[in-house]
């Protein structure tokens, strides 16, 4: 049941970055002309909604063995305003030495309430090409 609501989190998250997406291409905001957060009908959906944070973020993820391979350590949004790849976090400990790598999200499955990642080992991960975030 948890891992259903992961991945309809996933979507939920799919959906609030088109909705921000949508909401930072309108047109340019005029000092007091417009209103800053979100509005009391807005923050109802907020509140019913499914956080990233707690839902997947920071979660282990196994492979079909039953074998936990790594964590969520982020997602990532397209510029087109989709989630596109699980950045996981593989080895090391308590952060030291790990390396992580993306995957597309369309690989992670739910199965009993885990995240699941089929035919994956922690060493094909670590040989894989570590993720390095853009400079900007």
Do not use: C
Request: charge should be positive.
């Amino acid at each position: 049941m948890e891992g259903k609501r992961v991945l309809q989190g996933l979507a939920v998250v799919v959906v609030a970055a088109v909705i921000l997406g949508a909401v930072a291409s309108g047109s340019a905001q005029v000092a007091g002309t417009s209103t800053l957060g979100v509005s009391v009908e807005e923050l109802k959906a907020v509140a019913i909604g499914w956080s990233a944070k707690k839902g997947i973020l920071g979660k282990p993820v196994y492979n079909d063995q039953q074998q936990k391979i790594g964590v969520v350590d982020d997602l990532i949004i397209t510029p087109e305003r989709s989630v596109s790849y699980a950045i996981l976090g593989v080895g090391g400990f308590l952060g030291v030495g790990k390396h992580e790598v993306a995957v597309p999200i369309s690989q992670l499955k739910e199965g009993q309430g885990k995240i699941i990642l089929a035919g994956a080992t922690k060493d094909a991960l670590k040989a894989m090409p570590k993720f390095e975030y853009a400079k900007r």
